[in-house]
């Protein structure tokens, strides 16, 4: 279950009757759509239905049989969300138009480079300061999935962004290569990998263009700045860092 400051009210009312479940915002959505795949007690504050839920009032069991067809509160909770309204207070409002600009944020950034630099990623802030000169408000009821389309058209008459994916080749030195590799092969799409003779590893993965600086201070951090990286664009052209 989460707790009762994470979640917002899904009201219905049928019958003269008002019927209250607490739920997850992004749970909630995905239910309306039809498209939630979890578990409900996980996304749920309380396995009840109230008549209202400030005050802890529950409804009579006559009116659940009337309405639903069931007491079952788990039967009747993803009722009361598809049939009814989502009720978030502005401060519910707010704090998950922060939550998703984060979200937002985090995902253009590990995914976008800068077509005008060499494909060099776009840190945070530059995101930030660029999405704020565009005027985006990021809409809190909708998944962040959803809004990046609209986003990247937002930010691209303010800087040069696209979404990209980098192919880099890491040799690892075979005094580190046993941990290193088992950590780095977890950092993106593992496409070839090749032990050496010396018993140092070759790996070449492919991930998000925007994770590569990341993925070099990982490199460096495991191997104690011993890792060679390689950007590799083509067969003749490797751009080593």
């Given amino acids: ?46 396995e009840d239905v109230f008549e209202n839920a400030s005050r802890g009032d529950r409804p009579a069991e006559s009116d659940l049989e009337e309405v639903f067809g069931t007491t079952d509160s788990l039967e009747i909770i993803p009722e009361v969300i598809q049939r009814g309204e989502i009720q978030i207070t502005a401060e519910q409002r707010r704090e998950m138009q922060e939550q998703k600009h984060k979200q937002l944020v985090n995902q253009i950034t590990r995914n976008a480079v800068n077509p005008q630099m060499d494909d060099a990623p776009h840190p945070p802030d530059r995101i930030e300061s660029a999405l704020e000169d565009a005027g985006f408000d990021v809409d809190p009821m909708e998944p962040v999935e959803e809004q990046v389309d609209d986003a990247l058209d937002a930010l691209r008459p303010i800087i040069p962004i696209r979404f990209d994916e980098v192919t880099v080749a ?14 780095l092969r977890e950092f993106g799409d593992l496409q070839r990998e ?5 018993g140092s590893w070759i790996g070449v993965l492919q991930f998000p263009a925007g994770l590569q600086n990341e993925f070099f201070d990982r490199a460096n951090e495991v191997t104690g700045g011993e890792a060679e990286t390689q950007i590799v664009r083509d067969e003749d052209d490797i751009k080593t860092q």
């Fill in 1 to 46: 279950m989460i707790s009762l400051d994470d979640a917002v009210t899904a009201r219905l009312e049928s019958h003269g009757e008002r019927f209250e479940v607490l739920v997850d915002p992004d749970a909630a959505l995905e239910i309306k759509r039809g498209d939630f795949e979890g578990e409900l007690e996980d996304v749920i504050a309380a």
């Fill in 194 to 198: 090749e032990w050496q003779g010396d």
């Fill in 170 to 183: 890491v040799q690892v030195p075979p005094e580190q290569a046993g941990s290193a590799q088992a950590q």
